[in-house]
């Protein structure tokens, strides 16, 4: 079956604008996980979602950073007022259940000119 | 919290060379453990993970690696590496909240 989804590949945004990034998981799997990569890192946990709840959202910098999946599958990644900072690849996870092995996706690579 | 340090982050081999990274984490209790490995151009990948059981797990591609508790380590070996097995190597471990925390990654480059 499909894999995990990420778009847009890439986005290029202007310091203080807003952007969404989409990411649709593996059908049927319950848990999302959002991670930011920065370069010559691993990846840095930001949030992940249990069905339609955020489980655990500790991990998002400050609150310019949220996330929603309101209907328990594709999640947004939404950043407001973007700063040069926020520049990574953000990749998205999911899982069967969230004590699994999470699959991810592509990533979309953000830069914040 | 948990962490995770590996320890080589970079590693340059010939190929049929043995290949070792090595991954440790921070604290013990039931762990789940993985590693993932990213090709260049392509997103991150399970190679293998152990959760119970035998302490010696298997991967795809030839890669094993050995969960020692008593030294909180989950190292990656193979055998006899191929230039396609040039790619970045990430150990991660499960926070208490199922959080995956990473290692910053070893990128591994086989020379033909």
């Known amino acids: 079956g499909a894999g995990v989804s990420q778009t847009p590949s890439n986005k290029v945004t202007e310091k203080g604008k807003y952007v969404e990034l989409r990411c649709d998981p593996i059908?049927?799997?319950?848990?999302l996980y959002w991670y930011r990569q920065s370069l010559g890192q691993g990846p840095e946990f930001l949030i992940y979602?249990?069905?339609?709840?955020?489980?655990?959202d500790s991990g998002l910098p400050n609150d310019r950073f949220f996330a929603v999946r309101p209907e328990g599958s594709v999640s947004t990644l939404k950043i407001q007022r973007t700063e040069r900072g926020d520049s990574a690849v953000y990749l998205c996870?999911?899982?069967?259940?969230?004590?699994?092995?999470?699959?991810f996706g592509p990533g979309t690579r953000l830069t914040v000119l | 919290a948990q962490s995770v340090s590996q320890h080589n982050h970079h590693v340059i081999l010939s190929e049929a060379a043995s290949l070792e990274l090595g991954c440790n984490y921070s604290?013990?209790?039931?762990?789940?453990l993985f590693w993932y490995v990213q090709y260049p151009g392509q997103h991150l990948q399970l190679l293998l993970k152990?959760?119970?059981?035998d302490p010696l797990v298997k991967g795809i591609k030839g890669f094993e690696a050995e969960f020692i508790k008593s030294k909180f380590s989950f190292n990656l070996r193979k055998p006899s590496v191929q230039w396609s097995d040039t790619a970045e190597y990430f150990c991660?471990?499960?926070?208490?909240?199922?959080?995956?925390?990473w290692g910053a990654g070893t990128k591994l480059i086989i020379k033909p």
């Open positions: 996870a999911s899982s069967l259940v969230v004590s699994n092995e999470q699959f």
């Open positions: 059908s049927g799997h319950t848990a």
């Open positions: 979602f249990q069905g339609t709840g955020a489980a655990d």
């Open positions: 604290y013990g209790g039931t762990v789940n």
């Open positions: 152990y959760f119970s059981g």
């Open positions: 991660a471990v499960p926070d208490s909240n199922y959080q995956l925390i």
